[in-house]
């Protein structure tokens, strides 16, 4: 059988290896185990694993050496089921199984993604002795890696006798795939302390746990280290090393590395370009990309991505456009992965026709391309169209996933549809995608609908509740008015030790200020600082909010003022502050403070100077702020209309406030005729009520508060038939005045409760 190795080594093609085959066939040889062995291994490697297959079903008596060359066929092939049913069979029939046989096994039950079956292999390796054989260890630790089972792998890697470079290298791999970068840079340490010399595969981890810890002074260590052992010329190694600088927010590192590569590759370019991207340097990503082409080096999808990323934060729609001819030109396949780029990339420049134009053409069997679509429309505010898109996409047959769901629920949400919620609802029940992304979007749709009790099941149904699932649960219920609910929420997140961040903070604040409760907000207050929470320019402008609402107007400009930075947001709430507590003349000062310091006061940072002078009863600032709004660029809406026309009809002037309504180009909503019917009530325009009573019954509003001062208008006049008209027609139409009621706190517990409750 010798002399016809060399012939089995010679066949340069399918047809020469089955004339071989059929000699040996003729002359009886393929009888002969060896002889079957390398045909099976031969068909396999010209590409004929149905061949092989032939070849080993035809033999009588296949050996453990052949059973394991047709194992490793099918492993090459990523055939990994097929490799496990093997395995089994092999065992059913109590064939012997050598060594060898275990790491194609372990790989191929690597590929299925099945712990149960590589613990069943496992403890065969052990039962058979063989659990001290290094290849098999090692082949158990880069099993136990790739299914998430660390535990499992340092116990086997714990246990071995001899630990070589190879089994250092699968253990900090597996450590650092598994977000564990820390114990990679430690297991490390370890390797080097044993006097094992790294090579250039376990830098490769060494390198990517640097990137994920993002520890600057550890990446140069591991830099000079490639650099000592004269590992530099290894291409995979200079590309991650390129990645760890740009995630250690140390371009100018990845730039030196860049710079020293003899003959870049395309992963070296575009690892460049990405580091260029994840510093802000768009513009030199670009220039990057020029020298790429200059260089003759072809780009690959992930260039281009990258490239179309720069692009599109620049909002360069040339450049762009001229990547995107590129990417034509070179007919690099957009179905998949440079589809959502390119939309990404024209969304960015505002082009949403040319997005649904790519959506049409490339996105039909793409549900990755319809998310990004979707998504973006509703970033833009653009629900209808988001729905609609997503209605298209179901048309099409395209199963929707977790992310175009969750995208869709918000849209439904931010529409005010709950119709459309529901049946987004219904149909992620019907298809099982009851992911924590859906939770948190279902939660949020319905408590901004106003279905709270629906919201709060769902909630009560979620098992394994994140950080961001009692975020949003506390937030809808502060946000529904049931702040008491939220504050209980939140103090039963500190009892139970869950990790509390910024936004949960946020949402106690502000259920703190909707009660007007400052005990509770300073002891919040307190927590934040206590717990080492970084300054937030969010929570800071709560807390200014908070103290304010509560009456602690100092604390709230000492809040202000401690504040290193400073929004329109900030500025606005603190001009409120003031107004609230009648300190006209300090909000005044205040809002020329703000601008002289460069920062452009938006539409509710007048409302607010004007809800200030309103309250102060300061008509000409009133009139002089509203009618400086246009030199800022802001047109008035209902809202400033409903502030200046309450200004002057609290004043008295109620004429000059019905002159302003009627020069409105928007229309006047209940809000307008509400502020001017509480200004006839004060200076006792009789004459004016009845027509502003026929304008607001022609009003649409669901405000039981214009009705309520009508009604009591009357009253105060004795038209006692009127009075009850008003109220008669609040009742007709299903309107009924929202209880009042007020809270107090019993044995560190808030409670809250109505006219006429005994409870």
Not at 98 to 108: G, K, Q
Not at 450 to 476: E, H, P, R, Y
């Amino acid at each position: 059988m010798t002399q016809y190795m060399p012939l089995f080594r010679s066949c340069s093609s399918l047809w020469s290896l089955t004339q071989l085959h059929a000699h040996l066939v003729v002359t009886g040889l393929h009888k002969n185990p060896l002889a079957s062995t390398k045909l099976i291994e031969s068909y396999s490697q010209m590409g004929s694993l149905q061949s092989s297959r032939l070849v080993f079903e035809t033999f009588s008596s296949p050996d453990s050496f052949m059973w394991g060359v047709m194992l490793k066929c099918h492993l090459w092939n990523n055939f990994y089921d097929d490799v496990v049913s093997l395995y089994h069979h092999m065992v059913s029939l109590q064939t012997h199984i050598c060594r060898f046989v275990y790491p194609s096994v372990l790989r191929a039950v690597s590929g299925i993604g099945d712990l149960g079956v590589g613990k069943k292999v496992h403890g065969r390796i052990i039962k058979c002795g063989l659990d001290t054989d290094t290849v098999i260890e090692t082949s158990l630790l880069g099993m136990y890696g790739e299914l998430c089972s660390l535990g499992d792998a340092r116990k086997v890697f714990d246990k071995m006798c001899e630990r070589d470079v190879v089994s250092f290298s699968s253990i900090i791999s597996s450590h650092v795939e598994n977000a564990e970068a820390r114990e990679g840079l430690e297991m490390f340490r370890c390797m080097v302390s044993e006097g094992i010399e790294p090579d250039s595969v376990s830098m490769l981890s060494v390198a990517e746990a640097c990137a994920r810890f993002d520890c600057l002074r550890l990446a140069k260590s591991v830099h000079a280290h490639v650099i000592r052992k004269e590992m530099g010329n290894d291409g995979n190694l200079n590309n991650f090393l390129l990645i760890m600088y740009s995630q250690c927010d140390c371009l100018s590192g990845a730039k030196t590395i860049f710079e020293n590569i003899i003959d870049p590759s395309t992963a070296s370019w575009t690892s460049m370009i990405s580091s260029y991207n994840q510093s802000g340097c768009f513009q030199e990503a670009i220039n990057i990309f020029i020298r790429m082409q200059k260089s003759k080096v072809e780009p690959n999808a992930v260039t281009m991505i990258s490239i179309l990323n720069s692009c599109a934060r620049l909002c360069s729609l040339r450049e762009g456009k001229s990547v995107h001819c590129f990417i034509l030109r070179k007919a690099m396949d957009a179905d998949m992965d440079l589809g959502p780029a390119l939309i990404d990339f024209y969304a960015a420049c505002r082009k949403m026709c040319c997005c649904e134009k790519l959506l049409r053409l490339i996105g039909n069997n793409s549900v990755i391309t319809w998310n990004t679509l979707i998504s973006l429309y509703t970033q833009e505010g653009s629900y209808q169209k988001a729905l609609g898109l997503f209605a298209d996409m179901l048309s099409k047959g395209i199963m929707p996933d977790s992310f175009s769901l969750a995208s869709s629920i918000s849209a439904s949400a931010n529409a005010g549809s709950i119709q459309l919620g529901q049946q987004i609802h219904g149909l992620v029940l019907k298809i099982g995608l009851m992911s924590e992304f859906v939770h948190n979007s279902l939660i949020d749709m319905y408590s901004k609908c106003g279905f709270v009790g629906l919201a709060c099941m769902i909630f009560d149904k979620v098992t394994q509740k994140s950080i961001v699932t009692w975020n949003c649960m506390m937030s809808s219920l502060s946000q529904n008015g049931m702040s008491v609910e939220a504050l209980d929420l939140f103090d039963e997140m500190c009892f139970n030790g869950l990790g509390v961040n910024e936004v949960t903070f946020l949402s106690a604040i502000q259920a703190c200020s909707n009660l007007g409760y400052m005990k509770k907000g300073k002891w919040i207050h307190h927590k934040i600082i206590t717990w080492g929470t970084q300054k937030d320019l969010y929570i800071d402008t709560a807390l200014i909010d908070m103290y304010a609402k509560c009456g602690d107007l100092r604390t709230a400009q000492g809040v202000f003022d401690s504040m290193s930075e400073k929004s329109v947001v900030s500025w606005s709430t603190m001009i409120s502050a003031y107004g609230m507590h009648g300190q006209i003349n300090a909000a005044i000062s205040l809002f020329n403070e703000m601008v002289q310091s460069g920062i452009k006061p938006n539409e509710v940072t007048f409302m607010n100077i004007l809800s200030a002078c309103s309250h102060a009863g300061s008509v000409e600032e009133g009139k002089l702020y509203f009618n400086s709004m246009k030199d800022f660029g802001i047109e008035p809406n209902t809202e400033h209309f409903a502030s200046i026309v309450d200004l002057l009809s609290r004043a008295g002037d109620i004429d000059r406030a019905y002159e302003i309504m009627k020069s409105m180009c928007l229309p006047v909503d209940a809000s307008i005729w509400g502020a001017l019917l509480n200004g006839c009530r004060i200076h006792k325009r009789m004459d004016l009520v009845k027509s502003i009573t026929r304008e607001l019954m022609e009003i649409n509003t669901d405000d039981t508060g214009y009705y309520t001062l009508l009604s009591n208008i009357y009253a105060e006049e004795g038209n006692w038939d009127e009075s009850k008209k008003v109220r008669s027609r609040m009742e007709g139409i299903g309107l009924q005045k929202v209880p009042g009621y007020s809270t107090i706190q019993t044995d560190k517990k808030i409670y809250r409760f109505g006219a006429g409750e005994t409870s």
